[in-house]
């Protein structure tokens, strides 16, 4: 999710990686994953349906701090992508 694959001409690729993690860190934080899930359950009224965003989101949230976790890795040791995958 915050693999930068577009180079804009003005920006490093490493400042745009950068500013899409921590948009990413702020978009899944726990209150607002919380605010999603409770103002799913008032526009629904249904629980279910609450409990479908509350999941997906803890899903996106772990995708996405995984592949933090794994950019982190590659840049800070120069590895190629391809060595931190099983």
């Known amino acids: 999710m915050t693999e930068v694959v577009y180079h804009p001409g003005e920006m490093p690729a490493a400042e745009l990686a950068h500013f899409m993690q921590?948009?990413?860190?702020r978009l899944y934080a726990w209150p607002v994953l919380v605010?999603?899930?409770?103002?799913t359950l008032f526009?629904?009224?249904?629980?279910?349906?609450?409990?479908?965003?509350?999941?997906?989101?803890?899903?996106?949230?772990?995708?996405?701090?995984?592949?933090?976790?794994?950019?982190?890795l590659r840049t800070a040791y120069k590895l190629p992508r391809r060595d931190l995958y099983y």
Do not use: C
């Open 22 to 25: 921590s948009s990413n860190r």
């Open 35 to 39: 605010r999603k899930a409770i103002g």
């Open 43 to 72: 526009r629904t009224h249904n629980p279910m349906a609450a409990m479908f965003a509350w999941s997906s989101n803890l899903n996106y949230r772990r995708v996405d701090w995984n592949n933090s976790f794994q950019w982190e």
